[in-house]
């Protein structure tokens, strides 16, 4: 669709946490909006099948992406960006650090909790091997809380696979929010990149698009740019802003498996329990998981994944909030390690898994480890570096809002934070 006759009052560049939520509250509140998505809209979910449309691949592997470094890197191109294929996790993250920042969000958060209806899963959902970590981790001396979720639970079929998004439609996502917008008059195209940003002294007026014939140009009077924290520094450098890129953080995990006899995990929400006792002063937390897909262990553990019997595995994940370390460069390829601390957090953490699977009844001898991954990049254009605490850069009217700004890793689920930031930037640009 052309859309270069037509001025906007507002273009938001994604359509994920962020993006949805700034064009849903800017649409509610009769502006004209424009949303351009890179990714397509997609209808059919839960299987390999679908991953393989959405996932972001590398061109020369055909395969996952991965930093320079080999940390397997996490994300989608997609309607609704990360939010299809989160956990559903519905927690509050870095709510002091954004504070000593002056951007208070407490309003914000409760808008969110209340629209997103989160609550803790019910035990009834817990799998028998859930239920035995509970128990070894409190014979421990540990505590494993219920998982502030916004799934709706009357939907939700328990089918463990929601990183592949949602069969059922029971778990939120930024379609919502989306959709909500297009009704109250947004309009959205799908399929289109986002080279760079249009300006006129100083002040943007528009943003320039990939097409097939070259480029296209669609006028606005402000543009938020929602792309990702592994693309929106991209965009940010073609339009000038040399210095977007640096200080990625990817909140680094691993997964630990544990072979028993007759306690598994396949039936159950991923990330169902949570501990967050070593979250301030260790810099990690463990949350039950198993990746349920053959394929999807495979890539995680290599051809030892083929052998697991599923019917007899347990595991935790092992999340830390890990260093900025990372850089994404003009061209888009990252660069990301994990420092000396990230890799001391990490070993503590796998310590502390291995001791409550053994105490579940977990085989010591059967313990697996994944290789680094990351699901959550962000800082790439940090508050207090390259935005204001408005989410302005140094480009007037041109604003960030997605996982970009985060000025730490949270190394908590960010989806809650990135949209409270959403809404806060939305009242303040009306």
Known sequence: MDKSGKKYDVI????????????????????DVLVVEKGEQYSSFGTIEDI?????????????????????????????????????????????????????????????????????????????????????????????EFMPKFINLALCSNCGGCFAGCQNGAKWTAIIYLEQAIKAGADIIYGTSVHEIMTDNGTVSGIITRVPQGFNKILADKVVLSAGALSTPVILNHSGIRNAGSGLFVDTFVNVYGVTTGLNQKDEFPMALVNREFYHDEGFILSTFINPLKISRFAELGSQALTIPLNNLIGLMVKIQDERSGCVHSDGTISKSTTQKDHARLQRGVTVAKEILTKAGADEKSFMTSILQGAHPGGTAAIGEIVNNDLETEVKNLFVCDASVLPTSPGLPPILTIIALGKRLAKALV
């Open 12 to 31: 938001v560049v994604g359509s994920g946490a962020g993006g949805a939520t700034v064009a849903k509250e800017l649409a509610l509140r009769g502006k």
């Open 52 to 144: 393989v449309h959405f996932y972001d691949a590398s061109k020369s592997t055909k395969g996952l992406r991965y930093s320079e470094e080999g940390v397997m890197l996490l994300r989608t191109f997609m309607a609704g960006g990360s939010t299809i294929v989160s956990c559903g996790n519905g927690l509050r993250c870095l709510e002091k650090e954004l504070g000593d920042l002056d951007i208070l969000l407490e309003e914000e958060f409760s808008e969110t909790e209340f629209e997103l209806d989160i609550a803790p899963i019910s035990k009834d959902f817990l799998s028998e091997g859930s239920k035995a970590i509970k128990k070894a981790s409190e014979e421990l001396g540990y505590t494993m």
